[in-house]
């Protein structure tokens, strides 16, 4: 046998489908053992404790481990090809041509469908960021994760009370919303009982007892287990209470909880006492009753008849033999059964030890191992993280049930199994098998092992409840509908008779009265109680197919973790109580800003340029980190400048650096494509906006081939250059003037929003813009002062340049981010740039501070010859586009720009969408035809780019790696994930001086 361990970083799934993937892969033939898992703490110390070696990893790795002979290693790992790909299938699947991509973020997919639900299932650590997204869009939230912090809890849920929305959890197994169930939830018939619930198994242990009765509840709302704590005070509680008081089909309500706080619980009982409709309390503690007789007295309450509670005996156990000498043990699933579990039989067996101890002495050990009476809790948070819920993977119980039955200290196993939405599809076979091996077991070693199960369940649940208890009963086990008289059948079989409480002929101990009617609006929480529901959800699928099996309208996010290493920074982001309203203004300065077009002149004038300064695209950079692009174009323009005779003694002078100085493009608020190389003697547009008053330069466009923006620098690029400056910059100069005297200055900016109508998206096609700019400039360039012939060429040079306006196009956008810059607590980017070695970012709330990486190299179609090999990584100041809300992320704009760049038309489409879920609004000028009009993605968010891990799509020219080549291809590049990562902990740091 030999095993085979891999790890995959960005591949990301969550638990659930990771427990299906991994028992696919098991069951391939030659496999003798396997796991497919998430990195995390817990999984790593199973899949180490199935002998496997995992070499050092992160939690958003995935671990990949196989044990087998040669071929069941090769026939493991198919059939883990195959299951990820249908994984991802599903995930990916398309309805049609061109739809949108699934939203990344729980808000995202309620801006999709409109969602008036949500539903979160995601990792603890990022549930609060996915849950805010629900309570800032107006929509209650149920947080099924857990692992949340306390503090998180309370700043979740003080948002949500001033949304006049509910937050239901942290840690918040189970609701019943206008009959649709949510989670884990059993399908119980509908009446007018409320509850409001601290627990989930507690609630329906209620439900399914109330249903056995013939009672049937309006809603259940769950509020997380920690809601009734001091920390966190009834917050949610009260919320839930003051929404069931106003709903008309509600006549009761009923609190379920775990042992409360008592002066949460006091309070509670006072705030109760003013809602106008009884209410009644099944809050588990000491001296209080179990849940079975707080279910009692609410029959009794609402005038129902208490029923003989479901019983299933074991076959062919023999019920009058000597009771066991040995330790209780009790293996659970829910948490709150368990803690009930504990309270019952601790009135007899005294202390019981626990992962979720009554008292904090009674803690277990990690082995989680006692030789006397023990309760485990499996599905608390320890025991979760990066694993499914034992309702749904019950693996580690059933290790624990053999371990238990191979123990001789262990006198009678006491077991829960829990049916209905949400939980595993047939629980009951596994749990069976697991029961009969381990009295085998024990048989075996002379021992007689008594097996309890309380099961959780109706008759309408899909796992089916008779068959399920059957089973079990079939199996040697005794097994009850109510989990209190479970644990005193275990306590019998120990030789302890505890009598059940008798049935209350009211109100429970801890009723309060009716009170005055309510003050609480008429439709709390938008109407939710009233309304049809659909949902949004991240996270766990199976609880979406839940849903789906319920007739209910359910939109899933394509939630992935953020990229590695930001939790803690995005939190703090995130949390800035600035942000929102700087994003916004941000936007609303982008989308504001003017582009007049109103000069052409040399750089020495415009831009105040010294002999021997040149510009550069991209982040600050030194001679002797250049890339070849742009040392190709700094030797040219060395060579036009007249500095130097010949390449090689530009070249010496470039690397000398003495009387040189190399400064970015953005440094001065200029732009400058591909190499950016802008010198003294070169001319510019001059583009003015004056809603912002702010000026922005851009060089002339050269033409395609070897150009000096491509690196090259021979003969023919420095004879078009020096025409350049002496033909076409001044009859340029006299065109604009003569236009802006004539009928004002050129609105780029409008030229802009009808060439995205006509097919262009503003960088690597602009023909449509291209055409109008020359339609505005011809009148004034034809009477310009110069000769019929270099007008000619002027005008031919011009209007055989595809690419003429995007020289105007850029300083357009740079004038919009710079209207951004600068705004305290925003994370919209504000510059994107490359120099062919590094990519760079700034962002408008950290000033003008660089955040850089290694530049990708773009993937896309060559000219000519030329491969991958020939192309340089990333470069030029033209991602500024993107930047601004056009270029690849306008791409739906311009469907025929994939001939160009590479992809398909679907691709075209798919990337506009997609990056809606990484800006903070649409452009009001610039739209989109094929997307109704729908405004172009603007105001790229730092925030987000983390969060989702979408990298903006740019659309982009691709130089050849070596300088003097030229142009070698065009395509698709994203920028490295460092600008980002870095750009959030400097806003995290600036948020916390913020």
Not at 237 to 262: C, F, G, H, I, N
Not at 383 to 400: C, E, K, N
Not at 928 to 950: N, Q, S
Request: with cysteine; aromatic share 4%.
């Amino acid at each position: 046998m030999a095993d085979h361990v891999e790890l995959r970083t960005g591949a990301y799934l969550d638990s659930v489908t990771l427990m299906q993937v991994s028992r696919t892969v098991a069951a391939a033939p030659g496999v003798e053992a396997a796991q497919v898992a998430m990195a995390t703490e817990l999984n790593l110390e199973v899949i180490r404790g199935m002998g496997f070696d995992v070499p050092a990893s992160a939690p958003n790795d995935l671990v990949v481990a196989i044990r087998g002979d040669e071929a069941g290693i090769a026939a493991g790992q198919s059939a883990l090809e195959a299951a990820l790909a249908q994984s991802r299938s599903a995930a990916g699947a398309s309805a049609g041509f061109g739809e949108a991509p699934a939203a990344r973020t729980l808000g995202g997919a309620i801006r999709l469908s409109g969602a008036d639900l949500a539903l979160v299932s995601v990792p603890g650590e990022h549930a609060v960021t996915e849950a805010l997204d629900a309570v800032r869009a107006g929509v209650s939230v149920m947080v099924f994760s857990d692992n949340v912090p306390v503090e998180d809890e309370v700043r979740l849920k003080n948002a949500a009370a001033a949304a006049d929305v509910l937050v239901m959890g942290p840690d918040c197994g189970t609701a019943v919303v206008g009959g649709v169930a949510l989670g884990f939830a059993n399908v119980v018939r509908s009446g007018s009982v409320g509850l409001v619930a601290a627990s989930g198994t507690g609630a329906q242990q209620v439900m399914c007892l109330l249903d056995a009765a013939g009672v049937g509840i309006s809603h259940c709302l769950g509020v997380g287990g920690r809601d009734l704590s001091s920390e966190v005070a009834a917050r949610s509680t009260k919320q839930a209470l003051a929404a069931l008081a106003a709903d008309p089909e509600t006549t009761s309500v009923v609190v379920v909880s775990k042992p409360p706080a008592p002066e949460v619980l006091a309070d509670l009982e006072a705030y109760a006492a003013g809602l106008g409709k009884s209410v009644h309390w099944a809050t588990l503690g000491a001296g209080r009753p179990d849940l079975t007789a707080a279910v009692e007295s609410v029959l009794s309450a609402v005038g129902a008849a208490v029923p003989e509670w479901p019983t299933w005996s074991a076959v062919g156990s023999d019920h009058d033999a000597a009771a066991s000498t040995g330790s209780l043990r009790g293996l659970f699933c829910g948490g709150t059964l368990a803690d009930e579990a504990m309270l019952v039989a601790g009135e007899a067996l005294g202390d019981i030890r626990s992962n979720i101890p009554l008292r904090p002495d009674l803690a277990l050990g990690a082995d989680l191992r006692d030789p006397g009476h023990v309760v485990v809790d499996f599905g608390d948070d320890t025991m979760t993280r990066g694993r499914a819920h034992p309702m749904i993977d019950p693996s580690l119980r059933l290790d624990r049930i053999a371990l238990e039955a191979a123990d001789p200290t262990c006198g009678v196993l006491l077991l829960d199994l829990v049916l209905g939405h949400g939980a595993h599809a047939d629980p009951a076979p596994e749990l069976a098998a697991a029961v009969r091996n381990a009295r085998e077991t024990a048989a075996a070693a002379g021992r007689d092992l008594h097996v309890v199960v309380s099961v959780t369940g109706t008759t309408s649940d899909p796992q089916g409840l008779e068959r399920s208890a059957q089973a079990l009963a079939e199996a040697g086990a005794d097994v009850l509908l109510s989990n209190a008289a479970a644990t005193r059948r275990a306590l019998h079989l120990l030789g302890h008779d505890v009598p059940a409480p008798e049935s209350a002929t009211g109100d429970t101990a801890y009723a309060t009265l009716a009170g005055p009617a309510s003050d609480a609006a008429a439709e709390p929480l938008h109407g939710l109680l009233t309304s049809e529901v659909s949902v949004a959800a991240a996270g766990v699928s199976l609880f979406s197919d839940a849903l789906r099996a319920q007739a209910v309208s359910v939109t899933e996010a394509s939630w992935q973790p953020p990229m590695a290493g930001t939790t803690a920074d995005l939190g703090r982001v995130l949390a800035d109580s600035r942000r929102d309203e700087a994003n916004a203004e941000a936007l609303r300065r982008m989308t504001a800003a003017g582009a007049d077009l109103v000069d052409v002149r040399p750089a020495h004038e415009a831009l105040g340029l010294e002999r021997g300064t040149f510009l550069h695209a991209g982040p600050p950079i030194t001679f002797d980190r250049a890339s070849g692009p742009l040392k190709g174009a700094l030797i040219g323009a060395m060579l036009f400048e007249g500095l130097a005779d010949t390449a090689e003694e530009a070249e010496a002078k470039l690397e000398q650096g003495d009387g040189i100085t190399l400064e970015p493009c953005h440094h001065r608020d200029a732009v400058g494509p591909m190499a950016g190389v802008i010198s003294p003697s070169m001319w510019v547009y001059e583009l003015r906006d004056e809603v912002h008053d702010n000026t922005s330069w851009c060089s002339l466009n050269e033409g395609l081939g070897k150009v000096l923006r491509y690196g090259a620098y021979g003969p023919e690029v420095i004879e078009r250059l020096r025409w350049m400056n002496t033909v076409l910059g001044p009859i340029l100069q006299q065109a604009v003037r003569a236009r802006v005297d004539q009928q004002g200055s050129i609105d780029v900016k409008g030229i802009i929003a009808q060439m995205l109508q006509m097919g262009d998206e503003g960088h690597n096609r602009n023909r449509a813009g291209s055409l109008m700019l020359l339609r505005e400039l011809l009148p004034t360039m034809i009477t310009a002062d110069a000769s019929s012939a270099d007008i000619a060429e002027a005008v031919r040079f011009s209007g055989a340049n595809e690419h003429f306006f995007l020289n105007l196009g850029m300083p357009a956008c740079k004038l919009s981010t710079l209207a951004a810059h600068g705004i305290p607590g925003s994370s919209v980017v504000t510059t994107m740039a490359r120099n062919g070695t590094d990519f760079g970012i700034r962002v408008s709330g950290t000033g003008d501070a660089w955040f850089t990486g290694p530049a990708n190299t773009p993937e896309g179609l060559f000219l000519g010859s030329y491969g991958p090999d020939d192309a340089n990584p990333d470069i030029g100041d033209s991602a500024i586009t993107e930047t601004a809300g056009i270029g690849g992320f306008a791409m739906a704009a311009a469907p025929a720009i994939v001939k160009f760049v590479g992809g398909d038309v679907p691709f075209a489409l798919r990337a506009t969408q997609t990056m809606y879920e990484i800006t903070v609004g649409e452009h009001t000028a610039y739209q989109v035809p094929i997307l109704e009009f729908r405004g172009t993605p603007t105001g790229i968010d730092v925030a987000a780019v983390a969060r989702t891990g979408i990298l903006p799509q740019i659309n982009t020219g691709m130089a050849g790696r070596v300088a003097g080549t030229g142009q070698v291809g065009a395509g698709l590049v994203t920028p490295p994930e460092q600008c980002f990562t870095q750009a959030l902990a400097a806003l995290a740091s600036a948020a916390g001086r913020g």
